[in-house]
């Protein structure tokens, strides 16, 4: 019993171990591929401490944002200095009910089948793919659709057991929760309706859902027009975010990109695979089949929903029910007396091992990856190397205060004038959604900048965007330095590229 329970400790420690280092080699955020959207939740949270309106509402990502106001409320001192501090105990904080959720997640599964092979399946959920990792070092809202999802699959199982209140309590905060944190989530929703066995139950989900939804929602109730004109349009818009011809769906590309997400990930496949063969061969009417129905519908209807707009990364709860589906599948096989338990047994722990060994290989690559990525952004600092020189950040280029710029500019520049003080003054930016050159009190020519400093330094982790800003200039590039900081471009004017 106590081993057992030990057992359950392990899968996620390692999910902890395994993002904890991914960020300690992958921070600071204002790195260009952290940056966006970590800062723009971080401007969200401190709006918030300020009685202003959140500064997204697409996703809508309010849990996120007040986990960041919790943090910058904690925050000694001056909290637009202490950026980075703020991001690190959000972070924190996402991944602590990350690992308690798939702890909970484990511990319900082997009470209530009596059984740890399923309980450790059930926690392989962030380990399915590297995306859970990859996103899990963010301030965004994956790590939290993490804890939804770990948490929809613990009361999910205790209402296929052992239906009580507290159960339905529990499905209607996962779904509410989630679906505040990325609207994407909501399709996982149906799973519940299609677990609860009569319509009063369901009628009571339902409404606790709404209840729990609209509660985290209460940020945003300011934003409530523009966040409604944004969700209509990316329903009607068959393209990307509301674009594209007004058909809803883009029909004669939507085969592919369902088939694109569905088939990308060989684990994920396998465990919907598993899943099919265990509802077919599985004792009807046995515990746990109309579980896997409702995991398995919920996976294929939010890949159906994001394969409109495919990406990836939309898809994380799908792909993390994977594990809990893969639990459910054992246990069935089990149940149904068609293999021998102790075969069935060396065969799934077997599995267990082979994946959990595949997707070490995968971090430790992972890492590798990480650690090139921060190291080459880090490289070349120009506020450091090249002190005297105008720094011209096109979209995309790491330095804080591009960071900064890039996000506080999107949302409406509340923090411009404090922030102009703290950021070096030959800082330049240049935004797609604006116009020409810009500093934290507006345009910015190009001339000026010429006149004004000995040498100026163009950065952007945008392919080829530094040669469309050098044109700008006229001929003041014509014999330019070109740098490389890991897949940022620089290119400088009347100065040498640093060395170390």
């Known amino acids: 019993m106590a081993r057992n329970r030990g057992a359950l400790l392990v899968l996620p420690a390692a999910f902890l171990a395994a993002v904890l280092v991914l960020r300690l080699h992958g921070l600071p955020y204002w790195l260009w591929f952290n940056l966006d959207?970590?800062?723009?939740?971080?401007?969200g949270g401190l709006n918030i401490l300020q009685h202003a309106p959140p500064a997204m509402f697409q996703h809508p990502g309010v849990p996120v944002q007040l986990l960041v106001a919790a943090a910058a409320w904690l925050a000694p001192g001056d909290r637009l200095a202490a950026a980075e501090a703020i991001l690190t105990r959000a972070s924190d904080a996402m991944l602590a009910l990350d690992a308690l959720a798939l702890w909970l997640l484990g511990w319900r599964v082997w009470r209530r089948t009596d059984a740890l092979l399923p309980a450790l399946f059930a926690q392989l959920a962030p380990f399915i793919t590297m995306l859970t990792l990859k996103h899990g070092i963010e301030v965004e809202p994956e790590p939290l659709l993490l804890f939804a999802v770990a948490l929809l699959a613990a009361a999910m199982v205790e209402e296929a057991v052992l239906p009580r209140r507290l159960s339905v309590l529990g499905m209607a905060f996962a779904v509410g929760f989630g679906a505040a944190c990325k609207i994407t989530f909501a399709p996982l929703g149906l799973a519940p309706l299609v677990l609860i066995p009569t319509w009063r139950r369901r009628s009571l989900y339902i409404v606790l859902t709404a209840i729990v939804f609209a509660v985290w929602m209460i940020p945003e109730i300011p934003n409530l027009g523009p966040m409604a004109a944004w969700f209509?349009?990316?329903?009607?818009?068959?393209g990307a975010y509301g674009g594209g011809p007004q058909t809803v769906v883009a029909w004669a590309n939507y085969p592919h990109q369902f088939a694109k997400l569905f088939f990308a990930r060989p684990l994920f496949l396998i465990a919907f695979a598993a899943g099919v063969i265990a509802l077919l061969i599985g004792r009807r009417g046995a515990v746990g089949q109309r579980l896997l129905l409702a995991l398995l519908t919920a996976q294929l209807v939010q890949i159906a929903l994001v394969a409109k707009h495919a990406s990836g990364h939309y898809i994380l709860p799908a792909l993390e029910l994977a594990g809990p589906v893969l639990g459910v599948a054992w246990f069935l096989v089990v149940e149904s007396g068609h293999v021998s338990p102790r075969r069935i047994r060396r065969v799934g722990a077997l599995a267990l091992a082979a994946i959990v060994a595949a997707q070490g290989v995968a971090v430790w690559r992972q890492d590798a990856e990480t650690r090139r990525r921060a190291d080459g952004a880090r490289a070349i600092d120009l506020a450091r190397d090249l002190p005297r020189c105008a720094h011209v950040y096109d979209f995309m280029a790491s330095a804080p205060s591009a960071a900064w710029f890039y996000n506080d500019s999107y949302s409406g520049q509340r923090y411009a004038a404090r922030l102009k003080a703290q950021m070096p003054a030959n800082d330049y930016f240049v935004e797609p959604w604006r116009q020409g050159i810009e500093n934290w009190d507006g345009a910015v020519t190009p001339a000026a900048l010429a006149a004004r400093y000995p040498c100026i330094a163009l950065r952007s982790?945008?392919?080829?965007?530094?040669?469309?800003?050098?044109?700008?200039?006229?001929?003041?590039f014509d014999h330019a330095a070109r740098c490389r900081a890991g897949s940022e471009d620089i290119l400088v004017a009347g100065a040498a590229c640093p060395t170390k």
């Open 232 to 238: 209509a349009a990316l329903a009607k818009g068959s």
């Open 461 to 476: 982790a945008e392919p080829n965007a530094v040669e469309g800003l050098a044109a700008r200039f006229g001929h003041v």
């Open 37 to 43: 959207p970590s800062y723009l939740y971080l401007i």
